[in-house]
Structures are given as C-alpha cells and as structure tokens.
C-alpha cells in the first residue's frame, strides 16, 4: 500500500513538471500602465475619437506570445467626464495588426473615473506587440452639443503577458 502511494505520488509530481515546462514562456502582470489620449478640439455633439501612443517595453530577444487585458479605467485630464461623454470603446491600433476592440462603457458618465467592462475574447492581441509602439483609441459620445477645447484623458490599464 505505501509503495502504491509513493508511485502515485510520484507520477503526480512528474505530471506537474510536465504541465509546468510544457506551459512554456514567462507570465507576467502589467499593472497601472497609463496612456494619456488626446481628442483635438474644437468638438461636436455624437462620435468622436480620443488616441494616444504606448510603446511596450519588452526585453530584447523576448516575443510576446500572448495578451489579456484584465482591467481599464478612463478619467479626464481637462474637466469631469460625468456628462461629458458616453459609450466609450476601447480599441488598439497598429501596423501590424488590424484594429481590436478590447473593452467599452456602456452609458453616460456618471463620474470622472469610469471602469470599462473588459471583452471576454481577446484573441491574437500578441501581433500588437511586434511593432515598436500601440495607437490606443477610444472612441466616445461627446454629450454637450459643442466643445471648443482639446480633451485630454488618461487610459489605465492592468493586463497579463506571456512571453518566451
């Protein structure tokens, strides 16, 4: 009986390693990365579009292998965002990837800090990563029927990559 016990526990510690080394690549968390956006003003009533440059600093010789975006909070440089904006969407941009959606606000600002809700599927988001930089955009309903001034929001993030 102990020698079953030992085989068995064996063999469970050998699947573990397996499952461990075949997982492959390097997990690793990017928590509170900030973005400013920029929508140049002057502005009008219904779509509108805010867009700002993040470039990832990955370590040399490493290729991200996958992406998930885990949160993403937007606020307002200039003025509150409560009822100022609504139906915000998430997206990025790149050369070398089509453009993504990736979370969204659904409704009028109520406050200056909205939390988006992230999209559950977020694939291939990996092919943003193999330029030198990532368009971040969002786009908005400016609520008031005119707004003669830049708008400048800052775009937080947390996410969870995995690299080789």
Known sequence: ???????????????????INCSGGNQSRLEKIRVNL???????????????????????GKQVKSVRFTQVKISSIDTSLNGLAANLVFQLASSNAEMKKIAFFKGKA???????????????????????????????????DEWNENLTFTLEFDAELVTD
Not at 1 to 19: E, Q
Not at 40 to 47: A, D, F, H
């Open 38 to 60: 920029k929508s140049e003003g002057p502005l009008y009533n219904g779509p509108n579009t805010a867009t700002g440059i993040w470039k990832p600093a990955i370590s040399q």
């Open 110 to 144: 109520l406050s200056n800090e909205l939390v988006f809700q992230v999209a559950g599927e977020q694939e291939n988001l990996e092919e943003f990563f193999k330029g030198q930089e990532i368009t971040f955009v969002v786009d908005y309903d400016l609520i008031p």
């Open 1 to 19: 009986m102990l020698r079953h016990k030992t085989i068995s526990n064996f063999l469970l510690v050998l699947a573990s390693l397996i499952l």
